[in-house]
């Protein structure tokens, strides 16, 4: 009997192979069976969440509203419509629609009805805040005592585009500025991108210090902080992804931010002397005069703990920074006060003006002098004189704790 060279395979028996067979056809049926369950799963908690079974949710979106076109208010406006939702900080009117919110819920209401046009509410979180900046509405909302579930909405729809949970603890004070959201808590600062909540820094006060003030402009976020009886200016980059920190220095008093776009400039909340800031070091120079050291001091009081900064262009294309102490102060470039007014509210900038309320009415004033184009009645008075008015064509969107367009 002839014999091979190579080694032969003993034969599998029948039953085994048939055996091995079935239990290949079986294994492909259950991964097939198992990634067909994960994506049903996936898709299912997508669902749920999506229809707030999850997370208590519940949302309308709808079409974009038709943007007013840009007009000059009339020297008297009465009031179309009001809303008893508290108005979005940064620029509560967007291409048609105004932000406003209350208790659980943010709503997009159309600028020319005062209708709803898209809502967006959390059944079992209450809102702290909410911004709303070059077409998106980040909704801030409180957990376990913190202020740290933050959700993207796209304004003009009420679309849902982004989640996130903030690391900072406790109450937060949010402000904006375009592509900027700044929200600062008692040990932190959080400058975040409003349009996809992507982090660009973050200041953390060291260990045993708090926060008094952050204020942004377009020479950065000037914030104040303080360790025990040692006060500190440190200042940061507005817009770009890292951490870049300018300056951190000793002052010797308990300076605040009060101007950070023509100029950085601070005041003491001890002796309401007002100083300029060095950009490059840190290091106090000129003095402000800004009003009486009893008014400042009365009105840093009232001063928000998060802000961004008022800034106009004049006639001849150079910038003031309209501050508001006891009265608005317009600073120039050269650390100059251009022109003073007094006001009863926040100031705004309303097309090519500066708009101040003084006393149910609207000053519109040249940013180059400060003289008055135009003075806005409004008919019923705003409730509250104080509340910053926004430019939503020929009308005025009067933003604070309750909301009215007036055309």
């Given amino acids: 009997m002839a014999h091979s060279d190579q080694l032969s395979r003993p034969e599998v028996p029948a039953a085994l192979a048939r055996h091995r067979r079935e239990m290949r056809r079986a294994r492909t049926i259950y991964a097939v069976v198992v990634a067909v369950l994960v994506v049903i799963g996936f898709a299912g908690v997508r669902l749920a969440y999506a229809h707030g079974e999850l997370d208590k949710v519940t949302s309308t979106v709808g079409p974009s509203a038709t943007a007013l076109p840009t007009g000059t208010p009339a020297a008297a406006l009465r009031q179309v419509w009001s809303n008893a ?28 009805t005062g209708k709803v046009r898209w809502s967006y ?25 913190n202020c740290d579930q933050v959700t993207g909405i796209t ?5 849902p585009k982004w989640w996130r949970t903030l690391t900072d603890n406790g109450p937060l004070a949010l402000s904006s500025t375009a592509n900027v959201v700044l929200a600062v808590s008692a040990t932190t600062v959080h400058d975040f991108d409003n349009f996809g909540g992507v982090d660009r820094w973050l200041f953390t006060a060291p260990d045993g210090c708090q926060v008094d003030r952050a204020l942004g402009g377009s020479k950065g976020v000037l914030i104040s902080y303080h360790c025990g009886s040692q006060h500190h200016l440190t200042m940061h980059d507005l817009t770009t992804n890292k951490d870049k920190q300018n300056f951190d220095v000793p002052v010797n008093e308990d300076y605040v931010p009060v101007a950070a776009g023509t100029v950085l400039a601070v005041a003491s909340q001890s002796s309401g002397e007002v100083r300029t800031v060095n950009g490059a070091d840190g290091k106090l120079a000129a003095t402000l005069s800004l009003g009486s050291p009893d008014r400042v001091k009365a009105a840093l009081s009232g001063l928000p703990r998060s802000q961004t900064t008022v800034e106009a262009t004049s006639a001849d294309n150079t910038a003031v920074e309209i501050v508001r102490l006891d009265q608005a102060y317009a600073i120039g470039a050269q650390a100059a006060v251009a022109w003073t007014a007094k006001t009863s509210g926040w100031p705004s900038i309303v097309n090519d003006t500066v708009a101040l309320p003084v006393k149910g009415s609207i000053e519109l004033r040249s940013a180059t002098d400060g003289g008055v184009r135009r003075s806005v009645s409004l008919a019923p008075s705003p409730a509250q004189a104080d509340q910053p008015v926004f430019a939503a064509g020929s009308g005025l969107v009067v933003a604070g704790p309750t909301v009215a367009y007036y055309n």
């Fill in 85 to 112: 939702g508290q108005a979005a900080v940064g620029e509560p009117y967007e291409s048609g629609v105004v932000v406003t919110w209350s208790g659980h819920t943010v709503q997009g209401v159309d600028v020319s």
């Fill in 121 to 145: 509410r959390k059944a079992d979180e209450v809102l702290c805040s909410v911004v709303q900046q070059d077409g998106s509405t980040i909704a801030l909302y409180r957990r376990d005592g």
């Fill in 155 to 159: 304004t003009a729809t009420g679309a």
